[in-house]
T-cell receptor, first 115, second 117 residues
Framework: DTAVSQTPKYLVTQMGNDKSIKCEQN?????MYWYKQDSKKFLKIMFS???????INETVPNRFSPKSPDKAHLNLHINSLELGDSAVYFC??????????????FGAGSRLTVL | AQTVTQSQPEMSVQEAETVTLSCTYD???????LFWYKQPPSRQMILVIR??????QNATENRFSVNFQKAAKSFSLKISDSQLGDAAMYFC??????????????FGKGTKLTVNP
C-alpha cells in the first residue's frame, strides 16, 4: 500500500483551465503539506494542514486553493492556470505539526504542464 | 528567515569511492533538525538521514554519515562505497524544533550526484 498517494501523476492542460490534484495518506498522520518543485528542482512549501486546519499558507496566488475534507486527504485546486504554474507538486504528511522532529513522508509527485 | 545553501550543483563519484556533499544553513534558532533527502529519477523523495541539533554525535545510516558542525552551521553528507543506485538529486533541509505548529521544512537547491561505473 502506498503511504502517500497523489493523483494524477501527470497532467497536461491549457492556460486558463481549472484543475485539481488529489492526495491521500494512510499513515494516520495529522498533518499534510503541499510543496512545489520548479524547473530548477527547487522545493518550496505552499500549504500545510493539521487535522483539517490550515496552519501554513505561504505567499501563493489565491488561484491556488487547498481543501482538506478530513485529515487523511488534502487536495489542491488551481484556477485559471498560467504557464508559470508548470511544476511538480508534492504532497507530504507527518505525524503532527508540533515538532520539527517529525519526518515528512512524500508522495511521488504530480507533474503539471500548462501549455 | 532560515536559508539552506548547497554550493555544489553537481558532483560525480566513481563506483565504490567516497563522496561528500556540502550544505550550510542560516538560522537564529538554537534547536532544530537537519535532513538529507534523496530524489532519484523516479521523483520520489526519500529520507536519507536526520540530525538533531542538540546531539553532538554525528548521525549515521549504513553507508551514509554526516559531519555536523553547529558553530559553523555546516551539515555535509558523506556517502561511502558509492553504488550506482546512489545516483540522484540530494537535498539538504532544515526544520526548527518548535514554532507553534508552523515548523516549515526548508530545502536547499539540491546537488545532482552522478555515479560512474
Amino acid at each position: 500500500d502506498t503511504a502517500v498517494s497523489q493523483t494524477p501523476k501527470y497532467l497536461v492542460t491549457q492556460m486558463g483551465n481549472d484543475k485539481s490534484i488529489k492526495c491521500e495518506q494512510n499513515l494516520g498522520h495529522d498533518t499534510m503539506y503541499w510543496y512545489k518543485q520548479d524547473s530548477k528542482k527547487f522545493l518550496k512549501i505552499m500549504f500545510s494542514y493539521n487535522n483539517k486546519e490550515l496552519i501554513i499558507n505561504e505567499t501563493v496566488p489565491n488561484r491556488f486553493s487547498p481543501k482538506s475534507p478530513d485529515k487523511a486527504h488534502l487536495n489542491l485546486h488551481i484556477n485559471s492556470l498560467e504557464l508559470g504554474d508548470s511544476a511538480v507538486y508534492f504532497c507530504a504528511s507527518s505525524q503532527d505539526s508540533y515538532s520539527g522532529a517529525n519526518v515528512l513522508t512524500f508522495g511521488a509527485g504530480s507533474r503539471l504542464t500548462v501549455l | 528567515a532560515q536559508t539552506v545553501t548547497q554550493s555544489q550543483p553537481e558532483m560525480s563519484v566513481q563506483e565504490a569511492e567516497t563522496v561528500t556533499l556540502s550544505c550550510t544553513y542560516d538560522t537564529s534558532e538554537s534547536d532544530y533538525y537537519l535532513f538529507w533527502y534523496k530524489q532519484p529519477p523516479s521523483r520520489q523523495m526519500i529520507l536519507v538521514i536526520r540530525q538533531e541539533a542538540y546531539k553532538q554525535q554525528n548521525a549515521t545510516e549504513n553507508r551514509f554519515s554526516v559531519n555536523f558542525q553547529k558553530a559553523a552551521k555546516s551539515f555535509s553528507l558523506k556517502i561511502s562505497d558509492s553504488q550506482l543506485g546512489d545516483a540522484a538529486m540530494y537535498f539538504c533541509a532544515y526544520r526548527p524544533r518548535w514554532k507553534g505548529g508552523s515548523e516549515k521544512l526548508v530545502f536547499g537547491k539540491g546537488t545532482k550526484l552522478t555515479v560512474n561505473p
